[in-house]
């Protein structure tokens, strides 16, 4: 059987036709992912670079848990969250479950660790010097963190595309706090996931060319980015 | 089997020599507890009034032995219509299932559309977990919605309706030259329609409701939905 020359052909086909189920997959795949990283990351870089600057106290134990939190398994995340967001949960009143919203809750929960880490041993691992002269001309934490952000920022572009590639291939917040809801809440991976198991393995093989397109624009997006910030 | 059209054409054609129906269950239109229901007072004025009469299932002698898949009443079109109309949730299975197969009958159309209609595409289970979520409402067989109620909010809706039946059959295949297998075939055949299996069937029970019905039984003392009108 002609597994993948059927999987490619069908890809090609669902993109130049437009199959709706196909596209909203993809869109919704990447604005939820974008959205989860502007969250994770504007909370994340902040505090991981903090934490490698300034070395407060409790601080190595908080570092020991964001990297436990980096190797968490999206189904846990998926469950924890639809355990706050269902019904019986503190946070029914706020009706997201199965809606975007709560994949990028969940998408951002994961981005989350992976920026706080990568940003943290980035600021950690910073020249002592170039702390030393932001202090000695009298700067306070605040400008010491802003010249570590623009030494480490290298980690940053590092930690976005990691980020991106968990957040875009996740499937296990998808199901459980989108619910994989056709033309709503189906993301790529459950597309897939979903296309498999009813048998349809040409298109979901092309939802999964799709899917390894996406993750490759965005490391030949971060790969160029780092190239020009060396120069 | 439960495909009654395709079942009488399989026999039909020569491929079966015999088909009897050996029991029945049904689908229910669930949703949210009457309390939540907005504006579902409406629903049942529209209704009440409107085929009490016809919306009653016809079991009588003459209808024995063709159970195929009845026309919705105008009770239960009525009842769709009203929900598509307002824009009330609605989770669909959209996985092409038996259950599926039937809800697109329901409708009358391949794929109803307006922004409260959601498809999850998987199981029965996944689905009614949404809807019930969701605050939604679906159709789902019998069985599935007993096993799972005491976790969930959902109630019955409608539950009498002929459209809202699902006969099952079995079909004695054509012999196809081994004599053993095919005695074995009638010995099954025989058991499935025999007094000991009909006992079996009648004392199927998930959580405290029928699972299954014999062809020539009624629903009682099934489940009933809140807008199946008075008892009878």
Known sequence: MDFFGEGFREAFRLLLVGDADTWHAITLSIWTSLLALACGGALGVPLGTWLGVARPRGGRALVFVLHVAMAMPTVVIGLLLYGLLSRRGPLAGLELLYTPWAIVIGQSLLAFPIFASLAHGAAAGLDPRVLETARTHGGGTALTMRLALGETRPATVAATMLAFGRCVTELGIALAVGGSLRMHTRTLPTLISLDTSRGEFGRALAAGVILVLLACGAAAVAFAFLGRSRR | VHARAAEDAFVAKGHGLERKDVWWNRFLLVGPPAADARDESAL???????????????????????????????????????????????????????????????????????????????????????????????????????????????????????????????????????????????????????????????????????????????ATGALRGRLDGPPR
């Open chain 2, 44 to 218: 049942w004025a529209l209704t009440v009034g409107e085929g009490m009469e016809r919306a009653r299932p016809v079991i009588g002698s003459e209808e024995r032995g063709d159970r195929s898949v009845a026309a919705p009443s105008p009770r239960l079109r009525g009842v769709l219509r009203f929900l598509a109309a307002h824009g009330w949730l609605f989770v669909s299975r959209g996985d092409r299932s038996g259950t599926h197969q039937r809800e697109l009958e329901l409708w009358g159309t391949d794929r109803p559309s307006w922004p409260g209609y959601l498809e999850t595409g998987q199981g029965m289970g996944p689905t009614l977990t949404i809807a019930d979520e969701k605050g939604a409402y679906t159709l789902t067989d019998e069985g599935t919605y007993l096993r799972m109620r005491r976790g969930l909010r959902l109630e019955p809706v409608l539950a009498e309706d002929p459209a809202l039946r699902n006969p099952y059959g079995a079909i004695l295949v054509k012999p196809s030259g081994d004599s053993a297998r095919a005695a074995a075939a009638r010995r099954l055949y025989d058991w499935l329609t025999s007094d000991a299996c009909r006992a079996l069937v009648r004392g199927l029970a998930v959580d405290g409701g029928r699972a299954f019905f014999l062809p020539d039984e009624e």
